[in-house]
Structure formats: C-alpha cells, structure tokens
C-alpha cells in the first residue's frame, strides 16, 4: 500500500516558470515531510521540509505548502533553472514508523 | 570528507553469484539504512539497523542478508543473484528520530549500480 502519492511523474518547466510537484498521504500519524532531491547518478539529499505546525516553509527559491486537513503538501520551486533539473521526492515519517516513507518521484527537466 | 560512502560503485555479475556491497558513514549517526531503486527510480526501503539491531526488515527476500560489525558500518550481502536484483543500492543514516530532536535528515551514499547478466 502507498502511503505517499506523489504526482506528476515527470514535468518540464521554461526556465524561469514555478514548477510545481504535488504529494497526499494517508497516514494520519506521519508528522514530518521532507523533500529530497537526487541529481542524475548521486544519491537524494535532503532539499527541504516541514512539519504540521505550519502551513508553509520557504527557503530560497524553495516553498513547501502543507494542508493538513486534506492531508496534501506540495513543493514550488520559483523561476525555475536548468541546475534545478533532477527527480524531487517528497516523504513522510512519523515516530512510531521510524522509517521515511517515499513518494514515487517527480522527474523535473527544466529547458533552458 | 565523504559522509556516507559505498563500495563497489559498480557491480557487475552473473546469476547465481554471491555479491556483497560495504556501506560507512563517518557522521557518529546510530540509524543506517538500505534502501533498492530501480528503473523507474522507486525508491523502497529494504533493511534499518540502529546501534547494530535490526529494525526494519521490509519484505526482502531471504538472499539479502545485512550485517552491521558496528554502528558506522552496514554491509547488504546478496546471495544467489537473480536478474531481478539488478538496481541501484542506496546506504543512508540519520541519528536516531527519538535522541536527534528535530534533525532526522537521512544522507544518503553515491549508489552501488548493480547488474545482472
């Protein structure tokens, strides 16, 4: 069972458009969400995240949105560059799962 | 400085062979992890040791086997290796959720590139 739905699948963005990668999950009990971002033969790394507390998290070009009582939270990445071009999952974790929880990944590809 | 680093970075075998890939990290982290992506980038959790016991053990067929000497390493030996197995192999550890407060941040290594002919 996916506990974290993450869409699209891939998306192509003009440099200096928002790109815009959506994720829902089902787990009530999940209480952090991060989003890791892997570059074309490197391991993910941690780009951002946030916990329930709050509704939004901005850091740089980054925006995390979380809407707890939809139970969705989505990553904007404002004017959008070529370097930004990698595939972002999103995840979810909680304290008795002790595990993080993977969306499927978004392939983003940014046209310069 | 190489946080989490993995050796081989590629691997390839025959079926029915016997591989093993290493795993450290150098962060003082208690949590290491396995986890397989495959082509379609999937990424699923396989094993989770924390201060050398196992915690999670996914669904993963018997032929995988993690070892973890001590709480910097955590080994992935494969037996009997199938076509199937062919993926990349990521290691990764965080501090332990309930001593790390709010730094959870699992890092992750390079990858260990796995095929099977």
């Known amino acids: 069972q996916q506990q974290v739905k993450q869409s699209p699948q891939s998306l192509i963005v003009q440099k200096g458009g928002i790109s815009i990668i959506n994720c829902a999950y089902e787990n009530t009990a999940f209480d952090y969400f991060p989003w890791y971002q892997q570059f074309p033969g490197k391991g993910p790394a941690l780009l951002i995240a946030?916990?329930?507390?709050?509704s939004e998290k901005k850091e740089g070009r980054f925006t995390i949105s979380f809407n707890k009582s939809a139970k969705q939270f989505s990553l904007h990445i404002m004017d959008s560059q070529p370097g930004d071009s990698a595939t972002y999952f999103c995840?979810?974790?909680?304290?008795?799962?002790?595990?993080?929880?993977f969306g499927s990944g978004t392939q983003l590809t940014v046209l310069p | 400085d190489t946080a989490v680093s993995q050796t081989p970075k590629y691997l390839v075998t025959q079926m029915g062979n016997d591989k093993s890939i290493k795993c450290e990290q150098n962060l003082g982290h208690d949590t290491m992890y396995w986890y397989k992506q495959d082509s379609k980038k999937f990424l699923k959790i396989m094993f989770s040791?924390?201060?050398?016991?196992?915690?999670i053990n996914e669904t993963v067929p018997n032929r995988f086997s993690p070892k973890s000497p001590d709480k910097a390493h955590l080994n992935l030996h494969i037996n009997s290796l199938e076509l199937g197995d062919s993926a990349v192999y990521f290691c990764?550890?965080?501090?332990?959720?309930?001593?790390?407060?709010?730094?959870?941040?699992?890092?992750f290594g390079p990858g260990t590139r796995l095929l099977v002919l």
């Open positions: 946030i916990r329930p507390d709050v």
């Open positions: 990764a550890s965080s501090q332990d959720r309930r001593l790390a407060g709010r730094k959870e941040t699992q890092y």
């Open positions: 040791y924390n201060n050398k016991e196992l915690i």
């Open positions: 995840a979810a974790s909680s304290d008795s799962a002790r595990q993080l929880t």
